[in-house]
């Protein structure tokens, strides 16, 4: 069965360090892949996706995430982090033979300290 | 200025009672979703539908009822079978490329 495990719940971070959300996906073929972040009380922004080509993706706010398929990995980093980078991040898989389903992490908090 | 519209963004429900969650679209995208969010669970499909008059349940339909009338409105009602409907809900669009959007999401509490 597909499936995206986020193995980390919380994370947090100074601000001004590097930060790296993993991500790993059960997936047959080959997947889409997305991460999106989450204010509080808010909807979710699309940060960056992964269709095919090259394996290193840039997103906005300076994000970027590799994909590894070797490792099932679609890790999601930053080389410096901002105190407004404070958020919920979530990885998703396109289930593309179901009716366009995304397929949800259970997501990590990212706390940032000043 | 183009987006999801969802309201109201908090909304109180009592024992028994059948609520309406609005979303309102004007992307022109025909996929709507509607997903529900609890603490620590991520996001669950509650129903989704492709194309007007057309709908499907997700993973988590008992206790709620949609109906997609016109491509702009996808509403959501939680009904009195829905016996913890305390969540915050999402109703998102997607467009080509499998890319979604959200609205702002709506709060539903229980008196």
């Known amino acids: 069965a597909q499936s995206v495990t986020q193995p980390d719940i919380h994370i947090t971070v100074s601000e001004g360090a590097s930060l790296e959300l993993r991500c790993n996906y059960s997936?047959?073929?080959?997947?889409?892949l997305f991460w999106y972040v989450q204010s509080p009380g808010q909807g979710l922004q699309l940060l960056l996706k992964?269709?095919?080509?090259d394996t290193l993706v840039q997103g906005i706010k300076g994000f970027e995430a590799e994909f590894k398929r070797s490792q099932s990995s679609f890790n999601l980093r930053k080389p410096s982090v901002h105190w407004s980078d404070a958020a919920e991040y979530f990885c998703?898989?396109?289930?593309?033979?179901?009716?366009?389903?995304?397929?949800w992490g259970l997501g990590t908090s990212l706390a940032v300290n000043p | 200025d183009g987006g999801i519209t969802q309201s109201p963004k908090y909304l109180f429900r009592k024992e028994g009672q059948n609520v309406t969650l609005s979303c309102e679209q004007n992307?022109?995208?025909?996929?709507m979703y509607w997903y529900r969010q609890d603490p620590g669970q991520g996001l669950r499909l509650i129903y989704y539908?492709?194309?007007?008059?057309?709908?499907q349940k997700g993973d988590i339909a008992e206790g709620y009822s949609v109906s997609r009338e016109k491509k702009e409105s996808f509403p959501l009602t939680v009904t009195s079978a829905q016996k913890n409907p305390t969540a915050f809900y999402l109703c998102?669009?997607?467009?080509?490329?499998?890319?979604?959007?959200f609205g702002s999401g709506t709060q539903l509490s229980v008196l």
């Open positions: 539908s492709q194309i007007v008059n057309d709908f």
């Open positions: 992964y269709f095919s080509g």
């Open positions: 998102a669009t997607m467009e080509e490329g499998e890319k979604l959007f």
């Open positions: 992307l022109n995208h025909d996929a």
């Open positions: 997936y047959g073929a080959t997947p889409y």
């Open positions: 998703a898989v396109f289930n593309a033979g179901n009716n366009r389903k995304l397929i």
